[in-house]
């Protein structure tokens, strides 16, 4: 069975800089394209950003130049370093398996199927 643990969410100032890690179980990461979904308030939830299992990555128009998604197939982890938070990045961040069109391209019609508890990410202005 697939497991997600996000982590590394926190309280910090517009303007700073937080570190998130996605570790998986029951995969090998090397073999999946994986995505960080955020869910803010009032909206659904939404692809930021999704690292493609040949070492490509894509970035939502809202955190491209500022976040980077990478991956430790070797650890299973994949992370996101968000870099100049502002306050419309707060919310709840995720990690799943990458599915369905994104940016043009197809990453397959399914997910892991469930979601982990997600970590929280909170920008004071």
């Known amino acids: 069975q697939v497991q997600v643990v996000e982590s590394g969410g926190g309280l910090v100032q517009a303007g700073g800089s937080l570190r998130l890690s996605c570790r998986v179980s029951?995969?090998?990461?090397?073999?999946?394209?994986m995505a960080w979904h955020r869910q803010t308030p009032g909206n659904q939830r939404e692809i930021v950003a999704i690292?493609?299992?040949?070492?490509?990555?894509y970035y939502a128009d809202s955190v491209k130049d500022r976040f980077t998604i990478s991956r430790n197939n070797t650890g299973n982890t994949i992370y996101f370093q968000m870099n100049n938070l502002n306050s419309e990045d707060t919310g709840v961040y995720y990690c799943?398996?990458?599915?369905?069109?994104?940016?043009?391209?197809?990453?397959?019609?399914?997910?892991?199927?469930?979601w982990g508890q997600g970590t929280q990410v909170t920008v004071s202005s």
């Open positions: 799943n398996k990458a599915s369905g069109w994104y940016q043009g391209i197809w990453f397959g019609d399914r997910d892991f199927g469930s």
């Open positions: 029951g995969v090998r990461l090397r073999e999946i394209s």
């Open positions: 690292t493609q299992l040949n070492g490509m990555t």
